[in-house]
């Protein structure tokens, strides 16, 4: 039979003859080698591949990323930032309640306090505007420069944010000024105005630890790397801030995509013309601020604090080389055997940071500077994580001596043995609004004030 023919065949038998030949019915059958059974027909459709933002208890969708196509291509949606503005709705003739402002004034400067007089007094024929003072500051203008207007001037008394402070457990702040007795519960303004230094601006960030209304920041102290505008801009600014006044100048399309520098000749040939925002939309950078949180070797919150430059952890009256070790998301990432570390916000890159050797970094940017205060070593370099991160830094038990912590510069307290600091980024940002837009400001300011890659052109050939 043909089955007994396959059997027998092989296809090394050196002795099959081609004669013998059987009948032309008779053939070999080679059946195919079956392997696993029959092949499965191919998908139709692939799995899908879904992204998410995971840290180490919870997930959820992504905010950025997407995943477009068949082929489960992942793409971003779009820039982690961008330039953030507002608009007022509605009309401020047809509201009944005022628009707020809320006036901060450099202490110790008579020539600051004669401008505040000469604003307020011209803010007071504003219709629909009310002015906030602190009870020291009206009592001042009232005294020196006579201006009383009862039915517009309110005072003012900050309200301490629950959960934060420096008094240890309790929640009202005393630590920071504020006393327990203080039991207004004044609603936040609609717009501060610091006239000041950029220190009048940290000033007014400690003030409002948990949500903060924009800051327009007018120039009157030294350096003035975040105070964009100047004295005699100050009225119609705050006008403008507040939806009160039309901006002049005419309303530009924007375009998120377009790609073009915000710093030109053109801009800096008109920086002297005044111009507020885009049509009715007011520009302002969101500042991000760092939570902080003092605890104790016990586990207990001893003090927390909104900061928007840089916390920083360092030797204090000690002759000894601060002793701390630091973790990101509960990972291991250094000794820090030096003078001191410094955790800044961008805000912050262009300050203590950036002179410990920091890098500059611009005030969108998501992230948290880690610098070293005269490390040790030679290898220890600034560094910049996410804003997702969770930082922490503790003082050994084994160190030769307690460390010390500053907040912004304030309300520095002892670190001792087995304490710590728990550092991330806050829910709370600081607004502030741009003269021209987040970019053209911060440029600007870098080239004014700090002279920026600035060096003698070189001729032409």
């Known amino acids: 039979m043909a089955g007994e023919k396959a059997d027998s065949f092989s296809p090394l038998d050196d002795d099959c003859d081609d004669n013998d030949t059987e009948d032309e019915t008779d053939f070999f059958i080679v059946e195919p080698l079956k392997v696993g059974g029959p092949l499965a027909p191919l998908a139709s459709k692939k799995r899908r591949m879904n992204l998410m933002w995971c840290d180490q208890d919870t997930c959820e ?21 961008g330039q953030v503005c507002y608009a007022w709705d509605g009309d401020s003739k047809t509201t009944t309640k005022p628009q707020t402002v809320l006036l901060l004034v450099k202490r110790g400067d008579s020539s600051l306090l004669k401008v505040a007089a000469d604003v307020v007094t011209e803010l007071t024929q504003t219709d629909g505007l009310a002015i906030l003072l602190a009870p020291d ?44 007795d203080v039991t207004a519960l004044n609603p936040n303004p609609d717009l501060v105005c610091t006239l000041g230094g950029d220190g009048l601006l940290m000033h007014a960030s400690m003030m409002f630890q948990g949500n903060c209304p924009p800051i327009l920041c007018v120039a009157g102290g030294s350096l003035g790397f975040l105070t964009r505008f100047s004295r005699d801009e100050m009225a119609e600014a705050i006008r403008i801030s507040l939806g009160l006044q039309k901006n002049l100048e005419p309303e530009k399309e924007m375009n998120p995509t377009e ?39 016990e586990g207990v919150v001893r003090a927390r604090f909104n900061v928007l430059n840089e916390v920083v952890i360092d030797r204090g009256a000690s002759p000894y080389l601060a002793n701390l070790e630091c973790f990101v998301d509960d990972i291991h990432m250094t000794t820090v055997q030096a003078d001191g570390i410094i955790f800044a916000t961008p805000t912050g890159s ?21 610098t070293p205060v005269c490390p040790h070593v030679l ?21 030769r001596a307690d460390a010390s912590v500053a907040f912004d510069g304030r309300y520095r307290r002892t670190l001792h043995r087995g304490d710590s600091i728990h550092i991330q980024m806050s829910n709370y940002p600081v607004p502030t609004v741009n003269r021209v837009d987040h970019s053209a400001d911060w440029l600007h300011s870098l080239k004014e004030n700090f002279n920026f890659n600035a060096r003698a052109r070189q001729k032409p050939n």
């Open 61 to 81: 969708d992504s905010i950025r990323e997407r995943v477009v196509g068949e082929g489960n291509n992942m793409e971003f949606d779009g820039p982690a930032t």
């Open 137 to 180: 500051l009206c009592a001042k203008l009232k005294h020196y420069y006579g201006v009383d207007h009862d039915e517009k001037i309110h005072l003012f008394e900050p309200t301490p944010a629950p959960g934060f402070g420096g008094n240890h457990v309790e929640l009202d702040d005393e630590f920071m000024g504020i006393k327990s």
């Open 259 to 297: 790609i073009r520098p915000s710093y030109t000749e053109q801009f800096e040939n008109s920086i002297s013309k005044f111009s507020l925002g885009i049509g009715n939309r007011i520009c302002i950078s969101m500042r991000m601020r760092l939570d902080v949180r003092v605890i104790n070797r």
């Open 350 to 370: 262009t300050a203590y940071s950036m002179a410990a050797g920091g890098s500059v970094v611009h005030p969108a940017v998501p992230g948290i500077l880690i």
């Open 379 to 399: 290898s220890f370099r600034s560094m910049v994580f996410p804003d997702s991160v969770v930082l922490r830094c503790y003082v050994p038990t084994d160190a």
